[in-house]
């Protein structure tokens, strides 16, 4: 019986697809083969190419999950998750994650916005959510990456920051700048609730 690979792909939990996430799926070793197989896919419009050696179901895949499968290890964090949790008022368009590395890139309508951070941040896991294909960083997770890369910066509301989960978080920053910073913006967040 033949191996029905695009079956194999549409019943995957994933919305987006790498080379390398493909050849696991399918058990196949042999990377032209895949190539050669997600271009006939991509022709006969049963599957659409995102990025180069990288693939969506169809146009309505997850862009968080795209986001994370540019670049890895990445995930979601800054602006993108404090605008969610209404730390930050102001709406930005662009998705911005954390990766080893600064880029902007356009994809379709969605601008992606990469901030590097250093590998031993990058790579904790302390303060981060893992939603279904994809990591996204904790309020207060984004709150510290923030400052870790800002010296200075405007927070519009720091009630829903839970100050515990944040002193949790901070020593895998290593960095006294940031443990500096975070004192005074808890002392400015106290000071204004009893104001």
């Known amino acids: 019986m033949r191996k029905d690979y695009i079956l194999e792909l549409m019943r995957a939990k994933s919305t987006i697809f790498t080379i390398n996430e ?3 799926l399918w058990g196949e070793s042999d990377v032209n083969f895949i190539r050669k197989k997600m271009y006939r896919y991509v022709k006969a419009g049963k599957i659409c ?4 050696g990288i693939y969506a ?22 602006e ?40 031993s941040v990058l790579t904790n896991k302390t303060g981060m959510e893992e939603k279904d294909n994809y990591f996204i960083a904790s309020p207060e997770r984004a709150f510290l990456d923030v400052i870790y890369l800002n ?23 290593n960095n006294k700048r940031v443990e ?12 204004s609730q009893q104001a």
């Open 80 to 119: 993108t998750v404090l605008a969610k949790a209404g730390v930050i008022f102001q709406l930005y368009g662009q998705i911005f994650i954390a990766s080893y590395l600064s880029r902007e890139l356009l994809i379709g309508d969605q601008t992606y916005s990469f901030r590097k951070i250093k590998n």
């Open 151 to 173: 010296k200075e910066y405007h927070f519009d509301n720091l009630i829903n920051i839970d100050w515990d989960e944040v002193y949790k978080i901070l020593p895998i920053y």
């Open 180 to 191: 500096k910073n975070v004192k005074r913006y808890k002392e400015y967040d106290i000071g």
């Open 57 to 78: 179901k169809d146009k309505n895949y997850d862009k968080y999950e795209l986001a994370t499968k540019i670049y890895t290890p990445s995930y979601i964090s800054f």
């Open 22 to 24: 493909i050849s696991l």
């Open 49 to 52: 190419s995102v990025r180069r």
